[in-house]
């Protein structure tokens, strides 16, 4: 795992970009995995500036998110479709059908994961796959315990991701109580994994993210296997290591 220390939030989203861009640039269509949650935002922001500045076109990219909530259309304010508009697609040049995300609203829910999996393959997979960190180590919405080789599946959310969660909605009991999630098998399957991790809340997670041992009870300690990690971090986060 390749670490990048930084001062903070700002050098990190910069940072992440950095890496984005060079993707995009180097090849004539990549395959980008996203995220979403707090800490990806300033590097979407990031991302649509260089857009802005004419540095970067998404034309040719195709976007797979990782997650999404469970019986949340994609026109309510709190589903992650709404969010990678508002944070993101609706500002740069990214073709509408080129930018997938599991349809967290269908009647068959089990259909439409296995339908995710087949369409990241036909794609060719992820090229670079943005992850964030959940406290208790969960990527995507994997929560800990998740088999290392599931793919796109229906979860139920931990109470301490709900928690983790709920400031986005009116109450807890909004927060929805399954999600989808590509599977901790598929994102080993990206070609490149970028990790993002801010803040002294996450200080402990980044510390059994890098010294833990590899177990299914913390998911994000299987990247300590992949090939092509690379773990950017603020000081604050890095302060218990
Ligand atoms: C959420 C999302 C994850 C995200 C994580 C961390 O539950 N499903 O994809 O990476 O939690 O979120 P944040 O960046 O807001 O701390």
Do not use: Y
């Given at each position: 795992m390749e670490m990048i220390s930084v001062k903070n939030y700002d050098e990190l989203s910069k940072k992440a970009c950095e890496l984005l861009v060079n993707q995009v640039k180097n090849s004539d269509s990549s395959v980008l995995g996203l995220a979403t949650g707090s800490t990806p935002e300033g590097l979407y922001q990031q991302l649509i500036n260089e857009y802005r500045n004419g540095h970067v076109s998404f034309g040719h990219v195709t976007t797979f998110n990782l997650d999404e909530y469970a019986g949340?259309?994609?026109?309510?304010?709190?589903?992650y479709r709404y969010y990678m508009n508002e944070k993101f697609f609706n500002h740069i040049?990214?073709?509408?059908?080129?930018a997938y995300l599991p349809p967290g609203d269908a009647v068959d829910l089990e259909k439409e994961c296995h339908d995710y999996e087949t369409l990241i393959a036909d794609s060719g997979y992820v090229d670079l796959q943005v992850l964030g960190l959940g406290l208790?180590?969960?990527?995507?919405?994997?929560?800990?315990?998740?088999?290392?080789?599931?793919?796109t599946h229906v979860v139920e959310l931990d109470e301490s991701t709900r928690e983790a969660n709920a400031r986005f909605f009116p109450s807890i009991d909004d927060v929805p109580k399954k999600a989808l999630t590509m599977g901790i098998g598929t994102i080993m399957e990206s070609r490149q994994v970028v990790l993002l991790v801010s803040g002294s809340k996450k200080a402990d997670a980044v510390k059994q993210l890098v010294h833990g041992k590899v177990t299914e009870d913390f998911p994000?300690?299987?990247?300590?296997?992949?090939?092509n990690v690379t773990l950017i971090t603020d000081e604050a986060a890095l302060s218990k290591l």
């Open positions: 949340v259309a994609a026109d309510d304010p709190n589903s040049d990214l073709p509408d059908e080129q208790n180590g969960h990527i995507g919405f994997n929560e800990p315990g998740t088999p290392f080789d599931s793919r994000a300690s299987i990247l300590q296997k992949h090939q």
